[in-house]
């Protein structure tokens, strides 16, 4: 069921939305060459006992996932595209990462997620990450109202094929609000014109993530982290919006 909130709710979701991104924000600032996975998890997990918030994640337990995920942070590593689990690894220098952070403020939730380079960055990871980026960009600034679920899937997928990616469906945006995950999907890709009308109201992630030579993927062993099929690395950009007569409000936006 796909529910629109008041503009009396969008405003009581804005904490939510500036503590998922001065988590974000942080953790940018710590991740860098011999910093733990798990030292960035224990950050935000203290981030989080500090402002009294409550994970989504760490009981989170979906049906692609084997157990619960038991930690509050995604923490994906060059060829670990999504879902990251936190685990006993040192970043190098080079390594791709990204971060995936969902938090519950007062009962309201926003999702946001960024990759960086530590140390030595590869030309062709910031290029990937500039293209996930920009296609971010272009999906919030479709979210007008009058426009459909369509015509973001469509302009995310424009960037994406403009620069040669391909794009995986299986994973995307989705409806954000009292759950971290909540109708409507909204896919990486897709035809304009399609798809739910949007209404002031709505609440959504918006999240493209793009891998440099593949959009096949498969589940680690851990039973969440989503790796690409032939080992290239992958990018991944999110923020939580707010569809408005005014247009989209960005409620995770990062100073």
């Known amino acids: 069921m796909i529910e629109l909130r008041t503009p009396t709710q ?4 804005r904490p939510a939305g500036r503590f998922v991104a001065d988590v974000i924000t942080r953790l940018s ?8 996975l798990l030292e960035l998890d224990a950050v935000a997990h203290e981030m989080i006992r500090e402002r ?11 049906s692609f996932g084997a157990s619960p995920f038991g930690k509050v942070l995604c923490t994906s590593v060059n060829d670990a595209v ?8 040192t970043l190098a220098d080079g390594d791709l990462l990204s971060v995936d952070f969902a938090a519950s403020v007062d009962g309201w ?3 946001s997620a960024l990759s960086l380079v530590v140390g030595t960055p590869r030309p062709e990871d910031l290029r990937l990450i500039e293209v996930t980026d920009r296609a971010l960009a272009a999906g919030i600034a479709a979210a007008q109202v009058g426009n459909r679920i369509g015509d973001i899937s469509a302009a995310i ?3 994406a094929r403009g620069e040669g990616l391909k794009v995986n469906l299986q994973f995307g945006g989705h409806g954000v609000g ?20 949007l209404k002031p109201g709505l609440v959504i992630a918006i999240e493209p993530w793009f891998v440099h030579t593949t959009d096949e993927i498969y589940t680690d062993a851990d039973g969440w982290t989503i ?29």
């Not at 969008?10 to 979701?13: A, D, G, L, P, Y």
């Not at 009292?178 to 009308?197: L, S």
Request: aromatic content about 4%; hydrophobic content about 30%; glycine content about 12%.
């Open 82 to 89: 999504l879902h990251g689990l936190p685990h006993d690894y």
């Open 52 to 62: 009294g918030a409550e994970s989504c994640y760490i009981d989170y337990h979906p």
């Open 227 to 255: 790796r690409s099929a032939d080992g290239a690395r992958g990018a991944h950009m999110e923020h939580t919006i707010a569809v408005t007569d005014d247009g989209p409000l960005v409620l995770t936006a990062r100073d």
């Open 157 to 159: 997928g424009e960037v």
């Open 178 to 197: 009292r759950t971290m995950h909540g109708d409507p999907h909204v896919a990486n890709d897709g035809r304009p014109g399609r798809g739910f009308k």
């Open 29 to 36: 600032e710590v991740a860098d060459v011999g910093v733990n």
């Open 109 to 111: 939730v926003s999702d």
């Open 10 to 13: 969008i405003e009581q979701m």
